[in-house]
């Protein structure tokens, strides 16, 4: 049976990584296959899923312990993000972001901000709030994303304590990407309603990928609150 | 007749050298890569082997391009070439998750390293490198794409790939993770084309009997979407959506010409010149200095991007 970094072994539980994760601080704690991988996958399922799996449980163990202080202690305000990015994505970056150890891979930031709102669009399932956020060059707009459909893998992405290599595959790769999203979604809900308006001041805080320069400034918040300035 | 015998035997002492070239070529210094694919016919296959030949030799190396025609059997006979060859390392686009284990372990044991694009095996701490096209998070921009040209509404057909094969199990779950989200979307039908254009030319103009309401068909890949177009060309259908998959310049063209919205681009060429590179350092330095599992993210191609694909590369400027 394959060995863990931490000493536990898979069947032992994602509760284990999660404390190992806290203890070692990212020094490469695994999610362990053994040989119960492919056992109980349904007919018709990919080659490789493993159904033991549990992104959500993952996700839930970690949330209020380690993501929301990680946005809390480490957000960078927005403003010079975005003033930044004028000057070119790889070079802001290396000063403010962070991207897994592999080519091609977008450029992740933490960002947290406030602004007015714009306008929100929640017809569309994959819904959405812009907000336009002061930077030290004039007001940017950049849009939030409010669920309950959520695109990319900036929150995963934006987790230094969780990498590819942490699990067999891309499929439970993503499947923590679509858990931390569906969280994120959870823990706004029923706040946007009170901030509809335009021009209500909002802050947030949340992760935004950007593979190239061009990309639209995109955020998926895991927290947003009337106020800020 | 003398002479004769003796032009023979020059010819024979000629094409015995030629035949000895290679060994000799290699004992002042070239070391080799083996670069190991599925079968060219797919251009998306060619694009790997020729872009990791073209940097190995730029490295210095001599290289061997071999296919396995997705045979797990053949491509353990061609590790035993490359084993039979002390090649310095192996470049690898395999043929099973699981088949292939075996083969990567025997070529370590035998003291080659292998480094694997496009697909990933179900194990680790076997080869060195694992380069992985990612194609779940591929699946889900494809995806994305055709939820939104359709409005987040209406009947669509899927076209999914060879059923063994993990890639069409894996962008067939990307796609629904992102399109299950709508409940307006409302899959009439699902068919395996098996990645064939013909078949899924075929396939298509029975769909579309059956349910001529549909007004997207989100296919597994591109061949199976040129196949799904010539289908609803031929049926004068100009309003269905068509997604495909892998970044083909046919593709590229129809999306060009507005006949296909849109297709995700595995970058299959950087790919293989990236392995390359980390087989390089790994031969110099005994170590690539990366983590072993490096996944590589896909690039969505519509009408605003397609200009700069050519040979599964985006051009950037």
Known sequence: ?????????????????????????????????????????????????????????????????????????????????????????????????RRADAEGSPWTFTVKGSGRVVSVDTESRAGTMVVAVETPTGPQEVTLQLGPVVR?????????????????????????????????????????????????????????????????????????????? | MKTTRRVSLLLLASLLGALLLPSTASAAGKKLIVIITPSHDNPFFKQEAVGAEARAKELGYDTLVLVHNDDSNKQND???????????????????????????????????????????????????AQIVSNNYQGATLGAEEFVKRMGEKGAFAELVGKESDTNAGIRSKGY?????????????????????????????????QANPGIKGIISGNDTMAMGAMAALEAAGRKDVIVVGFDGSNDVRDAIKAGKIAATVLQPAYR?????????????????????????????????????????????EK
């Not at chain 1, 190992?20 to 080659?47: F, I, M, N, S, W």
């Not at chain 1, 994120?184 to 802050?203: E, I, K």
């Not at chain 2, 998750?97 to 003291?111: E, F, Q, S």
């Open chain 2, 176 to 208: 629904h993770d992102v399109i299950d989200q709508y409940p307006a979307l409302k899959m009439v039908t699902r068919q395996s084309a098996n990645w064939s254009q013909t078949e899924a030319f075929s396939k298509t103009e029975s769909i579309l």
């Open chain 2, 271 to 315: 790919e293989a010149q990236y392995a390359v590179e980390l087989a390089d350092k790994f031969i110099k330095t005994g170590s690539t200095g990366k983590p072993e599992k490096i996944s590589m993210d896909c690039v969505l191609i519509t009408a605003k991007n397609a200009g700069k694909l050519e040979s599964f590369a985006l051009k």
């Open chain 1, 1 to 97: 049976m394959p060995a863990t970094a931490c000493g536990a072994t898979r069947s032992t539980g994602l509760a284990l990584l999660v404390a190992c994760a806290a203890l070692t601080a990212g020094t490469g704690c695994r999610v362990v296959r053994d040989d119960e991988r492919d056992k109980g996958a349904p007919a018709g399922a990919p080659a490789g899923v493993t159904q033991a799996f549990d992104a959500a449980g993952w996700v839930a163990s970690v949330w209020d312990a380690q993501v929301l202080p990680l946005y809390e202690a480490q957000a960078v305000p927005i403003g010079p993000v975005l003033e930044a990015l004028a000057g070119g994505l790889d070079a802001a970056g290396q000063r403010y972001g």
């Open chain 2, 78 to 128: 061609l590790f035993d070439t490359a084993i039979a060859r002390k090649a310095a390392a192996i470049i690898l686009d395999n043929a099973g998750a699981d088949a292939t284990v075996a083969a990567v372990k025997k070529a370590k044991d035998a003291g080659i390293p292998s480094f694997l694009i496009d697909r990933e095996i179900n194990a680790t701490g076997i080869a060195v």
């Open chain 1, 152 to 229: 990319g893998t900036a929150l995963r992405d934006s987790l230094p304590f969780f990498k590819f290599g942490d699990v067999t595959n891309q499929i439970e790769f993503a499947q923590v990407a679509r858990a931390l999203n569906d969280r994120a979604v959870a823990g706004l809900a029923g706040a946007v309603d009170g901030l509809r308006a335009p021009g209500t001041q909002v802050a947030f805080s949340g992760a935004m990928n950007l593979a190239s320069g061009g990309d639209p400034r995109q955020v998926t918040p895991v927290a947003l609150r009337a106020g800020g300035k």
